[in-house]
């Protein structure tokens, strides 16, 4: 098989985060309700219904493209796409087209740990439609139902330049928009509940800088799907390609259960969207000053913090890579050094036992009740030696699950851990004096002897201790003795 | 008569628009001093309508007493008295217009120069937003649905052919047409082009004088459904309405004559947001002519056709 060259390039729409949609007053926040229930006659599209713009869609968007390093256009024109479609209730949907909020950006991200960077060709807003719903409604089944809360919802759209080249790049590409826009506070970011879309344009070629038949997928709802379906077309279309048989220029998309992309059924030909500027919405200028103070207020962006971290608190790029992908993360990270300077062990800390709890919760760090202070509090313990790593890592677990502080969760278990240590220690010693031949056992490789020891222990604290801590225990004081 | 008030003095949030950039809601009424009340009422700013000025409501009070009015200076455009016009308005708004120079107004000939491309244009730009606005009409979530359709592109083809009339059709064709892609620069943005110039024409105007008067039709009204096989010609009627509609300037029209029981339109256009002089210099031609409407001669109604 020859080389192909693979050429990528991507459309991502993001919701941004208003309270209300783009042009009228209806909240967006529908999850949960049902459908129809945050609409009016302007987002219904009715007849003597007007548009006024919601500016915080302008001022997220701004905030965006200016992270992105876009060339800001000094006026925004809104545009009517036209096209007939149930879910778009006007029979247009305003949308920008030759005067975007934002031109020629970068997005850098790195990849094996190389820094890459994709040049951004715009990035524009528009509404989003309603949405078609064919299952669970009371009408016979040859209707389909038309839900318009998302009618209206404002979107940014961003179209990066074909200029990734494997599928693992796309994803990287994708997570780092995502920790950009959740950076800015301007979108969730969210794919599994669609406020976070992307397609693709994929098409290869023999030679590098030839680019091939291009083809838009489609239709993938997470960050891995993107991965698999461009992986399954890029592997497709080089099939295609060594068998000498033509690529056709379509739209597909990806199937999450069956793993592959397929044609798009709606003939797909070449629609005219009759653009033209919204005569009911004017054109509004950007002025230098606003953008000034817009640009001011942008937080150290998820690239230039990881590689601040690596320099400046001497974390190896996979820990600042971690911590700077969230910024509730490397917030938390910065507001803890702030209390104790051991950026090494606050970050193993964090890397470990917090994402670890985490995890195992299904919880994000805002939905917790840990917070650096109550953190900080527990890691100071351990410094000063005042309780062992081991009880540490239970204690902090307790502290996850009631939401207590670290001093909280000893006084509840009744005991001074630190006593108990030591206490424990002298039980340990004990039992290593009473049962020569097990230590000798141990020594000698046999496992099960120091099963035996843990259990004698174990009975001699009546089950107080924890058996992490009576292992922990048991064998440094065997290790110091042998 | 009837008024257009300056595009933007009026809300348009609740009409059901035709062509967004040129709708304008005013009043039709027996006397200059009715529609002025109601141009009161109805203007001011409106935070649902993002193309509404955010000016004060037109007030009464500002319309300029006669002494006053009698120093507007009024501008005579050359190219709405060309061969075109019907002999009869022509001479009928001449004689007027001398009246007025006796009663001491200035008169000052002038130029609008693009009027001629004024109506094309107007067109253009016109149904190319109506064939967007009415696309909404589609069965789907207002208004008639056709019954007993198979698929979705049968249900807009059927809704629309039969809730449509003949009129409608064709204008939301010939704008679907201006705005297609390759046609767009040719024509629809042509139109727009256009339109600035004929804004312009008017900006200069307003330098040499403070008020436009011209006929407001090349000919006396036609027969309902006269001229239905011809639209072009139907459309020409429009000519002398439309640049200052283009333009978005506040215009009166008023019967200043009738000649065998038809009305002869005289149309008073005033600069942008100044409905004052507009409904001034129109107060003092109705108290200056004093034009009793004859009683109209019913004939047997017919019905028409081609809503
Ligand atoms: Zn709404």
């Known amino acids: 098989m020859d080389n192909v060259y693979i050429t990528i390039g991507l459309e991502v729409h993001c919701q941004l985060s208003t309270k209300a949609k783009m042009f009228c007053r209806c909240g967006t926040d529908y999850i949960g309700t049902g459908p129809n229930s945050f609409t009016c006659p302007i987002c219904l599209g009715l007849p003597g219904s007007l548009p006024v713009l919601n500016h915080r869609v302008l001022d997220l968007a701004l905030q965006l493209a200016l992270a992105l390093d876009c060339?800001?256009?000094?006026?925004?024109?809104?545009?009517?796409?036209?096209?007939?479609?149930?879910?778009?209730?006007?029979?247009?949907?305003?949308?920008?087209?030759?005067?975007?909020?934002?031109?020629?950006?970068?997005?850098?991200?790195?990849?094996?740990?190389?820094?890459?960077?994709?040049?951004?060709?715009?990035?524009?807003?528009?509404?989003?439609?309603?949405?078609?719903?064919?299952?669970?409604?009371?009408?016979?089944?040859?209707?389909?139902?038309?839900?318009?809360?998302?009618?209206?919802?404002?979107?940014?759209?961003?179209?990066?330049?074909?200029?990734?080249?494997?599928?693992?790049?796309?994803?990287?590409?994708?997570?780092?928009?995502?920790?950009?826009?959740?950076?800015?506070?301007?979108?969730?970011?969210?794919?599994?509940?669609?406020?976070?879309?992307?397609?693709?344009?994929?098409?290869?070629?023999?030679?590098?800088?030839?680019?091939?038949?291009?083809?838009?997928?489609?239709?993938?709802?997470?960050?891995?799907?993107?991965?698999?379906?461009?992986?399954?077309?890029?592997e497709r279309q080089t099939k295609l390609l060594s068998e000498q048989k033509p690529i056709v220029q379509e739209t597909r998309h990806w199937d999450e259960m069956k793993h592959i992309t397929i044609p798009s059924r709606s003939k797909e030909e070449a629609e005219d969207y009759r653009y033209f500027p919204d005569p009911d919405l004017l054109p509004f200028s950007i002025d230098e000053g606003s953008l000034e103070t817009l640009r001011e207020k942008l937080p150290e962006l998820p690239l230039e913090r990881k590689e601040r971290f690596m320099l400046q608190h001497e974390l190896t790029e996979n820990e600042a890579g971690v911590l700077a992908s969230s910024k509730m993360l490397a917030d938390f990270f910065e507001e803890c050094l702030k209390e104790l300077n051991k950026p090494k062990t606050v970050c193993n800390w964090i890397m470990t036992e917090v994402l670890r709890n985490l995890k195992s919760m299904k919880k994000g760090l805002s939905e917790s009740e840990l917070t650096p202070k109550t953190f900080i509090e527990l890691l100071r313990m351990v410094d000063k030696k005042e309780i062992s790593g081991t009880i540490a890592k239970s204690v902090l677990e307790e502290m996850f699950a009631s939401g207590m502080s670290a001093r909280e969760v000893i006084a509840k278990r009744g005991i001074s851990f630190l006593s108990n240590e030591?206490?424990?220690?002298?039980?340990?010693?004990?039992?290593?004096?009473?049962?020569?031949?097990?230590?000798?056992?141990?020594?000698?490789?046999?496992?099960?002897?120091?099963?035996?020891?843990?259990?004698?222990?174990?009975?001699?604290?009546?089950?107080?201790?924890?058996?992490?801590?009576?292992?922990?225990?048991?064998?440094?004081?065997?290790?110091?003795?042998? | 008569m009837g008024v257009r008030p300056t595009y933007g003095r009026v809300s348009r949030y609740g009409v059901v628009s035709f062509a967004s950039s040129l709708d304008q809601v005013g009043p039709i009424s027996r006397s200059v001093p009715d529609a002025a009340v109601l141009t009161?009422?109805?203007?001011?700013?409106?935070?649902?309508?993002?193309?509404?000025?955010?000016?004060?409501?037109?007030?009464?009070?500002?319309?300029?007493?006669?002494?006053?009015?009698?120093?507007?200076?009024?501008?005579?455009?050359?190219?709405?008295?060309?061969?075109?016009?019907?002999?009869?308005?022509?001479?009928?708004?001449?004689?007027?217009?001398?009246?007025?120079?006796?009663?001491?107004?200035?008169?000052?000939?002038?130029?609008?120069?693009?009027?001629?491309?004024?109506?094309?244009?107007?067109?253009?730009?016109?149904?190319?937003?109506?064939?967007?606005?009415?696309?909404?009409?589609?069965?789907?979530?207002?208004?008639?649905?056709?019954?007993?359709?198979?698929?979705?592109?049968?249900?807009?083809?059927?809704?629309?052919?039969?809730?449509?009339?003949?009129?409608?059709?064709?204008?939301?064709?010939?704008?679907?047409?201006?705005?297609?892609?390759?046609?767009?620069?040719?024509?629809?943005?042509?139109?727009?082009?256009?339109?600035?110039?004929?804004?312009?024409?008017?900006?200069?105007?307003?330098?040499?004088?403070?008020?436009?008067?011209?006929?407001?039709?090349?000919?006396?009204?036609?027969?309902?459904?006269?001229?239905?096989?011809?639209?072009?010609?139907?459309?020409?009627?429009?000519?002398?309405?439309?640049?200052?509609?283009?333009?978005?300037?506040?215009?009166?029209?008023?019967?200043c004559a009738y000649r065998k029981g038809l009305p002869v339109g005289l149309q008073v256009i005033a600069g942008p947001f100044r409905e004052d002089r507009m409904f001034g210099m129109s107060r003092f031609l109705e108290d200056m002519l004093s034009v009793e409407p004859p009683m109209p001669t019913l004939p047997a109604g017919k019905e028409n056709k081609d809503g």
């Open chain 1, 71 to 234: 060339r800001i256009l000094p006026t925004v024109v809104f545009h009517r796409k036209n096209y007939f479609y149930p879910d778009l209730p006007k029979g247009y949907q305003i949308s920008q087209f030759d005067f975007p909020i934002g031109v020629d950006g970068t997005i850098d991200f790195a990849s094996q740990g190389q820094r890459k960077s994709v040049r951004v060709k715009r990035v524009h807003v528009e509404e989003d439609a309603g949405k078609l719903v064919h299952e669970g409604i009371r009408l016979s089944p040859d209707h389909s139902g038309v839900d318009f809360n998302r009618s209206g919802i404002p979107l940014a759209e961003i179209v990066t330049e074909p200029d990734i080249h494997t599928p693992e790049e796309a994803r990287e590409c994708l997570m780092m928009f995502r920790s950009l826009v959740r950076y800015l506070g301007v979108s969730d970011g969210n794919m599994e509940e669609g406020s976070l879309r992307c397609d693709a344009n994929v098409s290869i070629a023999h030679n590098p800088g030839e680019v091939g038949v291009k083809v838009e997928v489609k239709n993938m709802n997470s960050f891995r799907s993107v991965y698999r379906a461009l992986s399954f077309e890029v």
């Open chain 1, 422 to 482: 030591k206490e424990l220690e002298s039980i340990v010693l004990d039992v290593i004096e009473k049962n020569p031949q097990s230590v000798a056992d141990y020594l000698g490789g046999k496992e099960k002897a120091f099963h035996f020891l843990v259990g004698q222990v174990m009975r001699q604290t009546r089950g107080q201790a924890s058996p992490e801590m009576v292992k922990s225990v048991l064998h440094k004081q065997l290790s110091a003795g042998g």
């Open chain 2, 40 to 255: 009161h009422v109805l203007s001011g700013e409106d935070p649902m309508d993002s193309t509404c000025a955010p000016y004060p409501p037109f007030s009464n009070a500002d319309i300029p007493a006669p002494e006053e009015t009698r120093k507007m200076r009024i501008g005579i455009p050359r190219e709405y008295f060309s061969s075109g016009v019907d002999k009869v308005i022509a001479g009928e708004i001449s004689s007027i217009v001398r009246r007025l120079a006796k009663e001491g107004f200035d008169i000052i000939e002038i130029s609008l120069p693009h009027t001629d491309y004024a109506l094309e244009a107007y067109y253009l730009v016109a149904l190319a937003e109506a064939s967007s606005n009415l696309a909404r009409f589609d069965g789907v979530l207002y208004g008639k649905r056709a019954q007993g359709v198979k698929t979705l592109i049968d249900m807009y083809r059927r809704t629309r052919s039969e809730g449509f009339g003949n009129e409608v059709k064709r204008r939301i064709m010939l704008g679907t047409y201006a705005l297609s892609s390759g046609y767009y620069d040719e024509f629809y943005l042509k139109g727009m082009k256009v339109r600035t110039l004929v804004r312009q024409d008017f900006e200069h105007a307003y330098e040499q004088c403070d008020i436009v008067l011209t006929p407001s039709s090349p000919c006396f009204p036609f027969k309902l459904g006269e001229k239905i096989s011809d639209p072009y010609q139907m459309y020409l009627t429009d000519v002398f309405t439309v640049p200052s509609a283009m333009a978005g300037l506040p215009s009166l029209s008023l019967n």
